[in-house]
């Protein structure tokens, strides 16, 4: 996953707390059917232009505006097509993600290829994973869906995108959507990367930490340089009182990275060890 972009390593407690703002489902230890725990309550779509004109620095304002006059401005689709992206990686550089989106949308609208499409949904799915608020996480969801399901009718074996959709349905009121998808991704490719790391981490959200060990030990089976997967191996043999592992799991975070975050969250869990 990549954004996504999804999970931030920080301070061990800081890290469980990221665990908990994530949607509260179960996943059972046998594989069996998942329950569904607190749904996401119903919200409406918030205004767009509100989202897009997010607050920033008057000098930054300023810059983005200039570009955005020529936009508003610009009748050719290339040349607007060029505006929009440049909209996009400003508004991306200050962390407006769901700015970033909102032009890159623009765009596709002009310029409706499956490349401006799957670009517009992968950019909602980025600034869906740094939502906080409920009603922009169902609009987000909604446009990640509506873009990159564009691009799954075409090419169903993008099994990277359908990850992204799923987890965009986990977080709504019908998790038990997302968890089916993630199941028949890990069925159609076992080593899934994306598939292997979010079962992982849910298992770990509703306190399965050993139902989610194993699944992070299957996953850095299969992609041993998968960093925050090293980690939360770690946090679930630490949870699930597997101490001596969970201490050689942390010494093997330790040597992968030189990230002071990293570290400073891996020796908190030592020092409790």
């Given at each position: 996953m990549k954004k996504s972009q999804i999970i931030i390593l920080v301070l061990g407690i800081v890290a469980i707390g990221l665990l908990y703002s994530l949607p509260r489902v179960v996943v059972d230890n046998d594989e069996g059917q998942e329950i569904a725990g607190e749904e996401a309550p119903?919200?409406?779509?918030?205004?767009?232009?509100?989202?897009?004109?997010?607050?920033?620095?008057?000098?930054?304002?300023?810059?983005?505006?200039?570009?955005?006059?020529?936009?508003?401005?610009?009748?050719?689709?290339?040349?607007?097509?060029?505006?929009?992206?440049?909209?996009?990686?400003?508004?991306?550089?200050?962390?407006?993600?769901?700015?970033a989106a909102y032009f890159l949308e623009q765009a596709a609208i002009k310029i409706e290829t499956t490349e401006r499409i799957e670009k517009a949904g992968n950019a909602y799915y980025e600034a869906f994973n740094f939502a906080m608020n409920d009603q922009k996480i169902a609009f987000l969801a909604d446009k990640t869906r509506s873009y990159l399901n564009k691009v799954l009718e075409k090419d169903p074996k993008r099994l990277d995108l359908k990850t992204?959709?799923?987890?965009?349905?986990?977080?709504?009121?019908?998790?038990?959507?997302?968890?089916?998808?993630?199941?028949?991704?890990?069925?159609?490719?076992?080593?899934?990367?994306?598939?292997?790391?979010?079962m992982g981490i849910l298992s770990m959200q509703s306190g399965q930490y050993k139902r989610a060990s194993e699944r992070f030990e299957e996953l850095v089976r299969y992609h041993p340089e998968n960093l925050q997967g090293q980690f939360y191996?770690?946090?679930?043999?630490?949870?699930?009182?597997?101490?001596?592992?969970?201490?050689?799991?942390?010494?093997?975070?330790?040597?992968?990275?030189?990230?002071?975050?990293?570290l400073a969250s891996v020796e908190s869990y030592l020092e409790r060890l």
């Open positions: 119903a919200s409406t779509t918030p205004d767009v232009q509100e989202m897009h004109d997010a607050p920033v620095a008057l000098e930054v304002r300023e810059a983005l505006a200039a570009v955005a006059e020529k936009l508003e401005k610009e009748d050719n689709k290339e040349r607007f097509a060029i505006l929009a992206d440049s909209l996009a990686s400003l508004y991306t550089q200050i962390g407006k993600f769901d700015s992204k959709v799923a987890m965009t349905y986990v977080s709504s009121s019908n998790p038990m959507q997302g968890i089916t998808m993630l199941r028949e991704i890990l069925e159609e490719d076992p080593t899934n990367e994306d598939g292997l790391f979010n191996l770690g946090v679930s043999y630490f949870e699930s009182k597997q101490n001596n592992k969970a201490k050689k799991q942390f010494q093997l975070v330790q040597g992968m990275t030189s990230d002071p975050m990293v």
